[in-house]
């Protein structure tokens, strides 16, 4: 099993930052080895995918928030991170961080963006995302 607790959500205006922080623990001592990443959703819309990263470092984001988000993870803190700049009124959301075990290949990001939809892997209980014009 792995828990996962967000923080760092709040309210900020257009063109601010925030950082979100995931921190994991539970008893499955292989979490470090594997895919993290964040997901959102707004009101009356689906859960999106926003950003993940592996246990190699390799990156993939979503196109909405390219340039804009980083994201990255200290495995010897266990924790992982959302940077969020130059946030816009549409990055409102419920953010949620999520996890999966080791995903490889070209297709890993579309993998667990999917595998995470359909209820595989573990998810955290959400920090909200308030940005206003």
């Known amino acids: 099993q792995v828990q996962l607790v967000e923080s760092g959500g709040g309210s900020v205006q257009s063109g601010g930052s925030l950082r979100l922080s995931c921190a994991a623990s539970?008893?499955?001592?292989?979490?470090?080895?594997?895919?993290m990443g964040w997901f959102r959703q707004a009101p009356g819309k689906e859960r999106e995918g926003v950003a993940a990263i592996c246990s190699t470092l390799i990156t993939s984001y979503a196109d909405s928030v390219k340039g804009r988000f980083t994201i990255s993870r200290d495995n010897a803190k266990n924790t992982l991170y959302l940077q969020m700049n130059s946030l816009k009124p549409e990055d409102t959301a419920m953010y949620y961080c999520a996890a999966h075990s080791p995903l490889y290949g070209g297709s890993w990001y579309g993998d667990f963006i999917r595998r995470l939809q359909n209820g595989l892997g573990y998810w955290g209980l959400g920090t909200q995302v308030t940005v206003s014009s």
């Open positions: 539970g008893s499955n001592t292989y979490y470090n080895t594997y895919c």
